[in-house]
């Protein structure tokens, strides 16, 4: 029956059959089930240090005289004798609950339900970070050995390499968490948990593991110069993410209804405590119960909470997917292509505005709106871009290619604008301009609709500086991918990191040096306006100054691409061309 299991394997994905017999060995197999049977007797046996013994207390939580003689506390309190309330407190000391008035029942579910929730908490970290470490060590490994490179010549697809991998490499921490779920499932019932729920559970943790395992096995492929750094980097990562996200989840002020809501659904803790309220022990209703998306109330019922995140963690994981492909099979190219890169900002915008608009009916202020979110979209959307500037942006060579194949109009069909919108190998300040007007077109029905849902804020509402604002944003990025772009079309070693510290410290530098020197916004706010953050000084700032600033911007973009258009144009012509014009 094995040697036909492991025909039916092999037949079905050869990648997953060669990690299964690299791992599934008699003594890792061993070791693994006995660390997680190990686990569970431990975590049973920790929780019996709770068992009612003779000496329990007549006013602990399952002896049930505990409401009468804490009446009769209160009442001796009231009554402010100290003789008298010394007196109570040793007959409460002396005397201890009987062991036949012990709510035995109530006991056991809470027990049950407390292993319940220690493993679900435990099976998230574990397959999360020991997962993530497994696969990325892995890939660091083939990578070292060059055999990576052999799987790349294999005739499999990379969907069956990569699902193989997913499915392979973490294989003997599945065999933990596997071992241990019928324990889950027994402690689950006995808790009167419904299936329902179990299950919603499991499904959410099978997708965020999907999730993050796609994503490892991304960031294995295009962070090979870390070396030996590689896992501890990437399973530190997700470690920090969950603990920071599982304290976001018991805060007790802070709502889903924000533009940072999107980025707390990677994370499972608000679902788990949505589906088991006991889990974080908050003392208040999860806030998934009034979850929203363009005021859509999902957050009702568990069917729409489940099949949010599930939708959620499967596109996001078919996006990575899609970039996994284009990084296997050449790992010079780039991870996303431009018209992929159009999908993903425009994603990303629907997915941030659709937590945050909440917010302003449920502040009933317009400007509590302000003040809550649209920073954090504007960092949000800065981020996304100064990374897509260095995702798109090609090398020199890349360039030197398409403009040499535009120059001998090999294909006259096809405009330049096509390329620079659609190809590869051409420069990206086109592609860059798009993604900034799909990031801007929320921006603008916002403007315009500001007097329809805030009369009162709109009297102090100034759109053409908003505006103005807007269009300094745009022109400065725009003025950052150009600068990338030139830097990247140079002949110098490591270009790649030349562009990624420039713009970095462009973007970074000049407020960090404007707070250091006392240039405060509100004092000097046309300073400021030449910065990464024009918007913040916006309202310091007049109309003609925020016009004057971005006259200013668009005379260096023009001047940042005539020199890019040179570049490029001398990068297209032919070697004998160039050697007989001394170039």
């Known amino acids: ?29 061993a070791i693994a089930v006995a660390t997680s049977l190990l686990l569970q007797l431990v975590v049973f046996l920790y929780q019996l240090r709770d068992l009612p013994d003779d000496r329990y ?7 049930p005289l505990r409401q009468v003689y804490e009446l009769q506390q209160k009442q001796v309190y009231q009554e402010s004798n100290q003789s008298t309330i010394n007196e109570f407190s040793d007959f409460l000391l002396n005397n201890f609950c009987p062991q036949n008035q012990i709510n035995w029942q109530l006991w ?19 397959l999360l970070v020991a997962g993530t470490y497994l696969l990325i060590n892995d890939l660091a490994k083939e990578e070292s050995r060059g055999t990576l490179n052999f799987i790349r010549l294999s005739p499999q697809s990379e969907t069956s390499i990569l699902t193989g991998k997913l499915l392979g490499v973490p294989s003997l921490v599945y065999l933990v968490i596997l071992v241990a779920v019928p324990l889950h499932l027994l402690a689950g019932r006995s808790a009167k948990i ?20 796609s994503a490892a096995l991304l960031f294995g492929l ?69 979850l929203e998306f363009f005021y ?95 995702v798109l942006s090609p090398h020199r060579q890349d360039v030197q290619d398409w403009a040499r194949y535009r120059h001998q109009e090999v294909s006259s069909r096809k405009s330049v604008w096509q390329d620079l919108i659609w190809a590869e190998k051409s420069p990206a300040i086109v592609a860059i301009a798009i993604n900034l007007t799909i990031v801007a077109i929320p921006w603008l029905p916002w403007i315009a609709l500001t007097s329809v849902f805030d009369t009162e804020y709109s009297e102090n509402f100034d759109r053409l500086k908003v505006l103005l604002a807007v269009a300094l944003s745009i022109s ?16 110098t070693p490591k270009r790649s990191f030349w562009a990624i510290g420039t713009i970095g410290t462009v973007t970074l530098l000049p407020p960090i040096i404007l707070e250091f020197l006392g240039i405060s916004l509100w004092e000097h706010p046309t300073i400021w306006l030449f910065s990464s953050f024009p918007w913040a000084a916006i309202q310091y700032s007049g109309a003609t100054t925020i016009f004057m600033a971005f006259l200013a911007q668009l005379s260096v973009l023009a001047l940042l691409n005539f020199q890019l258009t040179k570049q490029v144009r001398l990068a297209g012509e032919s070697a004998t061309k160039a050697l007989l014009a001394g170039r």
């Open 108 to 126: 056991w579910r809470d027990h049950w339900e407390y292993i319940f929730l220690t493993f679900s908490v435990i099976f998230v970290f574990t």
């Open 222 to 290: 295009v962070t090979r110069w870390f070396s030996g750094f590689q896992p501890w980097l990437g399973s530190g990562a997700v470690l920090f993410f969950l603990f920071t996200t599982i304290l976001i989840a018991s805060s007790y002020s802070n709502s889903l209804n924000n533009s940072t809501a999107w980025l707390r659904l990677f994370a499972p803790w608000d679902a788990i405590n949505y589906l088991f309220p006991n889990l974080l022990r908050v003392h208040h209703s999860s806030h998934l119960k009034n």
């Open 194 to 213: 419904a299936f329902s729920y179990i299950f919603s559970y499991y499904a959410i943790l099978i997708a965020s593991c999907i999730f993050f395992y």
């Open 1 to 29: 029956m094995m040697p036909n299991l492991t025909d039916k394997i092999g037949d079905w994905n050869p990648q997953l059959l060669r990690e299964i017999k690299g791992r599934l060995k008699f003594f890792n197999v």
């Open 296 to 390: 859509l109330p999902l957050g009702k019922n568990i069917v729409s909470v489940v099949g949010f995140y599930l939708l959620n963690f499967g596109l996001c994981s078919y996006g990575i997917l899609q970039a996994l492909k284009r990084c296997f099979r050449n790992p010079q190219a780039s991870i996303i292509s431009k018209k992929q890169s159009y999908l993903l900002v425009a994603f990303c915008q629907v997915m941030m505005w659709g937590f945050s608009l909440q917010s302003w009916r449920n502040n009933s202020r317009f400007n509590e709106f302000v003040a809550q979110n649209l920073v954090f979209l504007a960092l949000y959307n800065l981020v996304l871009l100064l990374s897509l500037i260095a």
């Open 476 to 491: 400065i990025i725009m003025i950052y991918a150009t600068i990338a772009q030139l830097i990247v079309l140079q002949k």
């Open 57 to 63: 207390s007549l006013t602990g939580a399952y002896c």
